[in-house]
């Protein structure tokens, strides 16, 4: 077995752990890094965990800073000290695209492999050179992110998203029943959940639940929706959704790969629409990534002013009328997402 300082790993967030566990039990090696309870579990020695890097808002990184760059320039300073061959950075672009350039201008020699490209079809483009110039190999997990990066020198590869392998497609539902996911932040389901509730007496004949991201968030939706019962995420194993309603993101490939239809919504405030059109030029044929892995609406998408009570009313109500068509979809989509390369071989230890 290669000793630690051959492989070192990052991952700055959860999603990002559960990726950097899969890698280590593919690799079955020793490593050091920053990881979360996953990563340590496949035997991750960390210099700290990623549970210090997760920090959500502006509010919360600025009074975080400090520490946050204390925690940067400890990752910089412990990889040139250990000088491994290859360090692998798990998403989290603004921390991680940051470590490689500054690796790179400090002189490290070693490989650096970088896993999930960052949403550079929607915008910020700029880090398609970044990643070019500082990185040996991106691994994606999207068949249509490695055409992006055809114009550079850069080493992409498709290896495959791990959500198909733990993801089976639910039982076909017993009930009626819409399932509700505002989201995982405050700001998302404050904007996402009252659009949702204000649908409900349109469609009394189904039964709603609503999915708790977090414990935290339990008083604010009960608030808001009074005496619905809750929706955890384990709870679909046990009870399959006829149909979706939820904010878009990592959710909507979820509900995807579990065959549930789904409408996508994302409730903006004016100032986010205008900075999203006119600052950041954010303009997609489509947004969720069930729709762009297809390239077509297979999910309705209600973004930014197209959420409105009656959108949403006429999408959920156009998907009940073609709940088999839309399933047939989700089927298409995990075909698409298909393994990959074996990503074993790019990481040639003697002892592996």
């Known amino acids: 077995m290669p000793t630690p300082p051959d492989l070192f790993l990052i991952a700055g967030e959860a999603s990002g752990d559960f990726l950097g566990s899969t890698l280590l039990k593919q690799l079955g090696i020793a490593s050091t890094g920053v990881g979360g309870p996953l990563m340590r579990a496949q035997g991750l020695t960390p210099i700290f965990n990623t549970e210090e890097l997760q920090v959500m808002g502006f509010v919360d ?17 412990t990889i040139l000290q250990l ?64 055409e992006l990066f055809s114009h550079t020198n850069l080493h992409v590869e498709y290896i495959g998203h791990p959500f198909t392998k733990v993801l ?67 709870v679909m194993n046990a009870q399959t959704p006829t149909l979706a309603i939820a904010k878009c993101g990592t959710i909507a490939l979820e509900l995807a790969l579990r065959g549930i239809p789904t409408v996508v919504t994302y409730g903006m405030s004016p100032l986010d629409t205008a900075l999203a059109k006119w600052l950041f030029r954010i303009n997609l044929p489509h947004y969720s990534l069930p729709n762009l892995i297809l390239n077509r609406l297979l999910f309705p998408e209600l973004i930014g002013p197209a959420l409105t009570d009656e959108n949403l009313f006429q999408a959920v109500s156009s998907l009940l009328s073609s709940l088999d068509a839309c399933r047939h979809g989700c089927q298409e989509v995990r075909a698409a997402l298909t393994p990959g390369v074996p990503i074993a071989p790019f990481f040639p230890f003697k002892d592996l």
Request: aromatic share 10%.
């Open 168 to 234: 089976s497609p639910a039982p076909p539902p017993q009930t009626p029943l819409i399932a509700l996911f505002p989201g995982s932040r405050l700001h998302e389901i404050k904007r996402n959940l009252p659009f949702f509730l204000r649908l409900l007496p349109k469609i009394p004949s189904y039964p709603v639940v609503i999915s708790l991201a977090h414990e935290k968030f339990r008083p604010l939706i009960e608030k808001l929706a009074g005496p619905i019962p809750l929706l955890l995420p384990d």
């Open 61 to 77: 990184v600025a009074k975080n800073l400090p520490h946050l760059i204390s925690l940067f320039r400890k990752t910089v300073s």
């Open 83 to 146: 000088n491994p061959k290859i360090v692998v950075t798990i998403d989290y672009p603004g921390f991680n695209l940051r470590l490689a350039q500054t690796l790179r201008k400090k002189g490290f020699l070693g490989k650096l492999y970088h896993v999930v490209c960052p949403s550079v079809w929607a915008w910020g483009k700029n880090r398609i050179n970044t990643l070019a110039q500082n990185y040996d190999l991106l691994f994606t997990l999207f068949p249509f992110e490695k």
